[in-house]
């Protein structure tokens, strides 16, 4: 009787393993579908590939810009923040640029170099800026991302997907997709051992 209720047990346990192992190869093939999906399309819209020294020409806050989250959105959906334009010397090829901190300021707001985070506070927006501002002006020599090919003129300050990001995106459906396939491997194993000890045991 005891033996019947550890074989049952044994055999719970290899059930729930196996749909463990599935569900995790399920969830890796999920994300790999997001990340083909979403961030494969994002990393091949970055054109700006290469890297260089960039020195900083001028930092100026022109003026007051609209900026809407949601295209159609009411005014209370509208918020105002100082608009940042820094200009530098492309020092790999002699150039005047523009400075953006990152792709998604160059989509939302080409007039800008930055885009404030939250706005709502328009006093600390402003002083954010300023500082930012300030910071470009005091050290003014730094790292930067340009197109090699020069389709796009303008430099990134911070490349939000670069291929080591990608990596690392895909590294983890890659160890889910890996452990289900173990887990999976392993129960089967178990099972192939334990229908063989049952039969040098009958022999």
């Not at 990393?43 to 960039?54: I, K, N, Y």
């Not at 530098?88 to 090829?93: A, F, R």
């Not at 890996?178 to 491997?185: Q, V, Y």
């Amino acid at each position: 009787m005891l033996q019947k209720k550890v074989v049952a047990a044994q055999k719970r346990g290899e059930t729930r393993a196996l749909w463990l192992g599935l569900g995790m190869m399920a969830c890796s093939s999920l994300m790999y579908l997001f990340i083909g999906i979403v961030l494969v399309p994002l990393h091949r819209g970055s054109v700006w590939a290469d890297e260089s020294e960039c020195n900083v020409v001028r930092a100026n806050i022109k003026e007051k810009v609209h900026c809407s989250f949601i295209e159609g959105s009411e005014d209370k959906d509208i918020f105002h923040y100082p608009c940042l334009e820094v200009y530098v010397n492309l020092t790999h090829l002699g150039q005047v640029v523009m400075l953006y901190h990152t792709e998604i300021t160059v989509n939302r707001n080409p007039k800008c170099s930055y885009i404030p985070p939250d706005m709502e506070n328009y006093k600390q927006v402003q002083l954010q800026v300023e500082e930012i501002r300030d910071n470009f002006i005091k050290h003014q020599r730094f790292l930067c991302h340009y197109d090699p090919s020069r389709k796009e003129k303008s430099v990134l300050f911070k490349r939000l997907y670069p291929p080591e990001g990608l990596l690392i995106a895909f590294a983890w459906p890659s160890m889910l997709l890996i452990g289900g396939i173990l887990i999976i491997i392993l129960v089967k194993l178990s099972q192939y051992l334990a229908l063989q000890q049952k039969r040098w045991a009958q022999l």
